[in-house]
């Protein structure tokens, strides 16, 4: 912690986008976050960084703020396939590291990621902000509490549109509908039905993709009720089912 009581001194490692309009800005509103470095490829998109948010220190380069001794933890939003390269990095530079989603392109990583902050006493979390929304807590509540009976099954969509070129489409990069979006899917079906004491719960999901993934969505009540926004290209599209089996 810095000498402010509570305060814990941040580096971004990234300028992209979901940074400047979704994180960065959430940052500077909460309790106990301090805005301290930041870091680009590009020192001069770094500077500008700097100046729009009051960062304290720019640097050109990942490493540079990694071996800032007085920056505590790092938010990393780097293109997909990235993400174990530097939070493994950030890990053994003793870093606390809250990474952008999907913090993994498969389990391997994963597993070598969690044993890093093992190994080095530090905290690692996957950023998926939705989860701390009252409107997630309440519905987990509900699920939790019995108060809408038992669930057996969910059905859910994740679309995005209007974007044809976008790193969030590349596949090399760990892009595509299942890593950008239908992470959420899966992740949400997690986190409402696991607890300690409830650890044998198995989530058996079933995903569709790409044309099948869109024209079966066309054909729901849902997708009917958009209107005009149906006639738009639809980017990205990830389908689960989810049957919960004890």
């Not at 509540?141 to 669930?151: Q, R």
């Not at 596949?171 to 979006?181: P, T």
């Not at 079933?206 to 958009?226: C, G, I, P, R, T």
Request: charged fraction near 25%.
């Amino acid at each position: 912690m810095s000498e402010e009581k509570g305060t814990v001194k941040w580096g971004v490692m990234g300028t992209a986008g979901i940074a400047s309009w979704g994180t960065i800005p959430g940052m500077q509103k909460a309790e106990g976050c301090g805005l301290y470095a930041i870091a680009g490829r590009s020192l001069e998109k770094a500077q500008a960084y700097k100046e729009r948010f009051g960062f304290e220190k720019a640097y050109k380069g990942y490493d540079a703020l990694l071996s800032d001794p007085e920056v505590e933890a790092v938010y990393i939003p780097l293109p997909n396939d990235l993400h174990c390269e530097w939070v493994i990095k950030a890990l053994k530079a003793h870093k606390h590291v809250l990474c952008e989603k999907p913090l993994a392109m498969n389990e391997g990583e994963l597993r070598r990621m969690f044993a890093a902050a093992r190994d080095n006493g530090v905290i690692l979390m996957e950023a998926y902000a939705y989860l701390h929304s009252p409107y997630i807590c309440r519905l987990k509540d509900l699920i939790s509490s019995g108060e809408i009976g038992k669930v057996d099954y969910i059905d859910t969509a994740f679309l995005t549109q209007d974007y044809s070129e976008d790193i969030r489409l590349h596949k090399e990069q760990g892009g595509g509908g299942i890593y950008d979006v239908g992470c959420y899917d899966g992740n949400e079906k997690y986190e409402y039905y696991y607890s300690p004491d409830n650890k044998n719960v198995l989530l058996l999901l079933e995903v569709w993709k790409s044309a099948e993934a869109v024209e079966l969505h066309q054909q729901s009540a849902h997708f009917k009720q958009l209107g005009e926004l149906k006639k738009k290209y639809v980017t990205e599209t990830a389908f689960m089912r989810c049957e919960i089996a004890e």
